[in-house]
């Protein structure tokens, strides 16, 4: 979240709203104003957008108490610190909100913060009408950039804001402060003025910080170092998680296995793509094949592999004594004898196969019929003439027992 938002709520109701938008990498003030009262928080929700939002609530609602407190009784703070500034405060306890920074040390006094619980109501039910998302709610006072010895103070209309230490701040009146004021020790040395402040007697030197904007130092000091303040939004009224703030740490997950289904999804379509041109090379093989037996063929027939073995079935005779078991049983004797055919032809209605042959000599006949008998066949010779040197006979084989 480079764009950060701040708000500052007032005590009352009517009281000017302050509102400042900035990049907290580059510390571009992106836009700053005001606004009519908490009921301008909507217009003020339309200029921040969906920015992450810090709200300052004003200190004037609030008072600071430091408290000494064991380490074993901090455990049940919640039930133990209002009873023990009971004679501190002015309202009744249980009209009162408490709260106290997240982490403190257990040795030094434990700061409380204590505000009206009417208050807190206040500013959320304006939030809520403004339908407006923050990180919490902090004293304003305490977001100021705080030096040792040294006071910080910011002016919002009538207003002077004042942090005096870590986590002490009050709201004043320059005239009542001069009247009011009485212990030099508690006076600092100097005071930094974040923003235009008219102080006209200030209780010690005023020095310019070079803050144009007091929101600006502000959310500055809150957002790099929240812990130097205290989120009123404790107990009762505690945030409660909202389920798309835990999203984030799915993100990385989320984000790991999209690139992986991603992946998976393109490695299944180059396989898709892999196996049709593969099937289409195959279609085309297959084609070639069967336009020899099938020369019109210009695509292939769906029912392809059937006209095929219907083919070599009657090629082959359509039983175990066919063509192609003839030809198969033949091999050995073609092998061991050199006859050169001139004729093949085979008759499927006898299941005998007829030859036409030369030879070198009348022994390559009388070796080839032996060689056949030898594959339990029937042979049977016809009529062998000598021509040119060559011998020319036919043959008719039939299929036997094999």
Request: hydrophobic share 45%; aromatic share 8%.
């Amino acid at each position: 979240m480079s764009e950060v938002a701040v708000i500052r709520l007032p005590a009352e109701a009517e009281q000017a709203v302050f509102w400042h938008i900035e990049n907290m990498q580059t510390h571009e003030i992106i836009a700053s104003g005001q606004g009519n009262g908490l009921h301008s928080l909507p217009e003020v929700a339309e200029q921040i957008g969906n920015r992450a939002v810090f709200i300052l609530g004003a200190v004037s609602a609030m008072s600071f108490h430091a408290l000494e407190l064991p380490a074993k009784s901090r455990r049940q703070a919640a039930q133990v610190i209002p009873f023990a500034l009971e004679d501190e405060v002015s309202q009744d306890v249980s009209e009162l909100h408490f709260s106290w920074p997240a982490a403190s040390s257990p040795q030094a006094e434990l700061p409380v913060a204590v505000i009206a619980k009417a208050q807190i109501k206040i500013w959320l039910d304006a939030l809520k009408r403004a339908k407006l998302s923050y990180q919490g709610i902090y004293p304003d006072a305490l977001a100021l950039p705080l030096q040792e010895g040294t006071w910080s103070v910011a002016q919002f209309n009538n207003d002077w804001v004042v942090r005096k230490s870590l986590y002490e701040g009050l709201c004043v009146e320059p005239e009542w402060f001069a009247v009011s004021q009485s212990d030099p020790e508690e006076l600092p040395s100097s005071i930094r003025a974040f923003g235009e402040v008219h102080w006209p007697t200030p209780p010690a030197p005023i020095t310019d910080a070079e803050v144009e904007l007091a929101l600006s130092a502000m959310l500055n000091t809150l957002y790099n170092n929240p812990a130097q303040n205290i989120n009123l939004l404790q107990g009762e009224f505690r945030q409660k998680e909202k389920k798309q703030t835990s999203l984030g740490v799915f993100k990385f997950p989320a984000f790991a296995a999209s690139v992986c289904l991603v992946t998976y999804l393109v490695m299944q379509g180059a396989s898709i793509w892999s196996m049709h041109r593969e099937a289409n090379a195959y279609q085309e093989i297959t084609l070639s094949h069967y336009q020899r037996i099938n020369a019109s063929a210009s695509q292939l027939p769906n029912n392809v592999r059937r006209l095929v073995d219907n083919e070599l079935t009657r090629l082959s005779g359509g039983a175990a004594g066919g063509f192609l078991d003839l030809m198969n049983a033949l091999t050995p004797a073609f092998s061991s004898v050199e006859l050169s055919l001139n004729v093949l032809q085979f008759d499927q209605a006898n299941q005998e196969l007829r030859l036409q042959a030369n030879g070198q000599d009348f022994q390559a006949f009388e070796r080839f019929q032996a060689a056949v008998r030898n594959q339990q066949l029937e042979i049977e010779q016809g009529q062998l003439v000598n021509r040119g040197g060559q011998i020319s006979g036919s043959m008719t084989i039939r299929g036997g027992a094999f």
